[in-house]
């Protein structure tokens, strides 16, 4: 079965400060890993993604993440927040070896402070 | 990009009455769909998986008599919330797998907004 762990229901940074926002998933068979971000009210819009090439993965709006295998994580960061990231942001994770469903964290909530 | 648009947005509903809730990939084949739904400030919970012309695979805890899930074709996918009470009332959001795509991405829909009165 797998799972996905965020810590941090919560994260709340400064305009212009590092994003960091911790996923750690676990597996039993090769994951692929997605971060999602949900705006009040909307769906989800896919931030990135991992499936088994670069470790390093760099995704919309100045996101990217890493894809560990020895720490079992894929923690999202971003260098500098801008007012417009304060949204939900969910890590998730699925079996690359077949047409599995996508399996959530509880999510992470992250504030802007002007 | 591959596009899920979900109708309506919103309803409101009173109890007893049914609400069908359609959801459609727009620029691409989906075989699979799949339903969640979300509560206020917390996560997506998996309903269930769709697949076109087959019978939808409920997760367990999921009354399949009352959420009725039609994939009848490779754009279209419903679920119809059947004698609504007000405890359905949540966010519904589905997803479509696009096949040919690397990694099996999902793209979500929108999400529609049931309350129940």
């Known amino acids: 079965a797998q799972s996905v762990t965020q810590l941090g229901s919560h994260v709340s940074v400064s305009e212009g400060a590092l994003v960091l926002l911790r996923c750690n998933y676990s597996?039993?068979?090769?994951?692929?890993l997605f971060w999602y971000v949900q705006y009040p009210n909307q769906g989800l819009q896919l931030l990135l993604k991992?499936?088994?090439?670069?470790?390093l993965v760099k995704g919309i709006n100045g996101f990217e993440a890493e894809f560990k295998k020895s720490e079992t994580s894929f923690h999202l960061t971003k260098p500098s927040a801008h007012m417009s990231d304060a949204a939900e942001y969910f890590c998730?994770?699925?079996?690359?070896?077949?047409?599995?469903?996508?399996?959530f964290g509880k999510g992470t909530r992250l504030s802007v402070i002007a | 990009g591959a596009v899920v648009s979900q109708h309506p947005s919103r309803v409101i509903c009173k109890s007893g009455t049914s609400v069908k809730i359609e959801c459609r990939s727009l620029d691409f084949q989906a075989t699979t769909m799949f339903w969640y739904r979300q509560f206020p400030k917390q996560s997506l919970m998996l309903m269930a998986t769709?697949?076109?012309?087959?019978?939808?695979?409920?997760e367990q805890g999921v009354e399949k008599d009352k959420f009725l899930i039609n994939h009848a074709s490779l754009t279209l996918s419903t679920l119809t919330v059947t004698s609504a009470h007000p405890e359905d009332s949540s966010f519904y959001i589905c997803?479509?797998?696009?096949?040919?795509?690397?990694?099996?991405?999902?793209?979500f829909g929108p999400g529609t907004r049931l309350t129940v009165t």
């Open positions: 991992y499936t088994s090439a670069a470790t």
């Open positions: 998730a994770v699925s079996e690359s070896s077949g047409n599995t469903p996508l399996v």
């Open positions: 997803s479509a797998r696009d096949a040919e795509g690397v990694g099996y991405e999902q793209y």
């Open positions: 597996s039993s068979v090769p994951p692929y």
């Open positions: 769709s697949n076109e012309g087959s019978k939808a695979t409920y």
